[in-house]
Nanobody, 119 residues
Framework: QVQLAESGGGLVQPGGSLRLSCAAS????????MGWYRQAPGKQRDLVAT???????KYADSVKGRFTISRDNAKNTVYLQMVNLKPEDTAVYYC?????????????WGQGTQVTVSS
């Protein structure tokens, strides 16, 4: 069973920064995609940023230029560096990873970490 453990959430003022970390219990080389989603109260879970094993990254338009995703496969960890945070970034942030075995895709989710941007 693969486990993803997030850390780094918290309360920050608008304009501040946070770095989220997600450590996988499995060798992250085996994951095709790792990334972050977020869910604000009353809203659906949306993609924030993802990174493939080939190095391709994808960002939500709302975070481009402010958030940076990176992977450290030696540590089986994916990071999300967030700067210039805005109140609308407030949400529970979930780590995500997937891998393929043949034609079967396996999705994994972390428990989530709360990010609150407020003065």
């Amino acid at each position: 069973q693969v486990q993803l453990a997030e850390s780094g959430g918290g309360l920050v003022q608008p304009g501040g920064s946070l770095r989220l970390s997600c450590a996988a219990s499995r060798n992250s080389f085996s994951f095709y995609s790792m990334g972050w989603y977020r869910q604000a109260p009353g809203k659906q879970r949306d993609l924030v940023a993802t990174s493939t094993s080939g190095g391709t990254t994808k960002y939500a338009d709302s975070v481009k230029g402010r958030f940076t995703i990176s992977r450290d496969n030696a540590k089986n960890t994916v990071y999300l560096q967030m700067v210039n945070l805005k109140p609308e970034d407030t949400a529970v942030y979930y780590c995500y990873a997937n891998r393929w075995e043949g034609l079967v895709k396996y999705d994994y989710w972390g428990q989530g970490t709360q990010v609150t941007v407020s003065s």
